[in-house]
């Protein structure tokens, strides 16, 4: 079974042969073609979907950046993982929801991006099965092998697979082609939601006066308590919320969201938490393959005497790095920081402000085995240090 493997940190491709062989799996992350396109303008769009016969009309008859001959060479030259957004400048109208950067409707000519790669398939492997899979395209992806269209996908979140072998050239050249249109935003989820607007019960200096409380849901009602004391239980309305005004007092607010038969569907609390004293790093991986490719997140955040979360801090955290490994980005989930998510300068301290307590960085491999050892520090706060293998 041969594997081809093309990683993109937005899309991978993978490639499944036939049961008789064993499987082989390569990756192709380097030098791959990046440029924008358009999502109206079809000039600025490389002239996608003008030909004669569209990509959907005629089967190998992708046009403009899709085309198999399609010149990519005044590309820019990208190894992947890679995200445009985050090299996007910061815009006062740019969408909320994707921080404020000059991606989306407002900015069409940074909401579609082409990446173009081109691998070869050995003569011997004809006869076999290959298949490209995608971990995550962000957003709404059309994908082409050789100038023939496979099909899209447009959620950004979910992976997704096509057979490439009856498009392949054995032996030969082969080319993806893929069109990543954000222009639009994610689309949401019909699970059960549940939130509470403050997300912390932290007022001491406002003792007893009126706290407006906002609880967000997609199902039939909410009740609300405070220190186990019901408040009130609302019908929540379609796509809206429902709120209490609530006087502070130390302690817990629970939330609790019920169905049409009055069956408890979702439970949220959140609770009154001392100060901030120490910094925790809680890696999503504790061992990582070091191949110079693979990442671990570490979710950073700062705990009370107690060991309790504290969702107010917003401290700002300081990284080091030490061993086989490096600091590819840094964030908070800020819509609104300005704060950088790469330091490219290699003197640069690598830092971020936490938002609501949170923040996180994403450590890669750099091709060596070993432990790697990243530490946070910051003022007041007792600082940390984590290992992560690389194998």
Known sequence: MRSLLICTGILMIASVCSAQQPRERIRLDDEWQFAFGHPSNAKQDFEFGTGYFSYLAKAGYGDGASAFDFDD???????LPHDWAVEAPFENNGNHSQGYKAVGRNFPERSVGWYR???????????????????????DAKVFCNGFYLGTEPSGYIPFRFDLTDYLNFGGDNVIA??????????????????ITPSHWNWADREEQLIPICVYANTDAVELFLNGKTLGRKPMPHNGYVNWNVPFE????????????????LTKTIET??????????????????????????TVRTLDDNGHFSPTANDLIAFKME????????????????????????????????FHGLA???????????????????PGLRPTELEIQAD
């Open 117 to 139: 790669k081109k691998f070869t398939v050995p003569e011997t492997d004809n006869g076999r099965r290959v298949v490209v899979e995608f971990d995550g395209v962000f957003r």
């Open 250 to 265: 130390s302690g817990q607010i629970e939330a609790r969201s019920f169905n049409s038969d009055g069956e408890v569907v």
């Open 273 to 298: 938490v001392g100060e901030p004293v120490r910094i925790e790093l809680v890696p999503h991986r504790n061992a990582i393959t070091a191949d110079g490719r693979d990442v671990s997140v570490v």
């Open 73 to 79: 060479s005044e590309w820019r030259t990208i190894n």
């Open 360 to 378: 996180q960085v994403i450590v890669q491999s750099s091709g060596e085995p070993g432990v790697i050892r990243l530490s946070a520090s910051g």
């Open 178 to 195: 893929v069109r990543v249109d954000a222009t639009m935003e994610e689309g949401r989820s019909d699970e059960p939601r549940l939130h």
């Open 323 to 354: 061993g086989p490994g490096r600091i590819i980005g840094v964030g908070n989930g800020d819509p609104s920081s300005h704060e950088p998510d790469k330091f490219i300068d290699p003197a640069s301290v690598w830092q971020r402000s936490l």
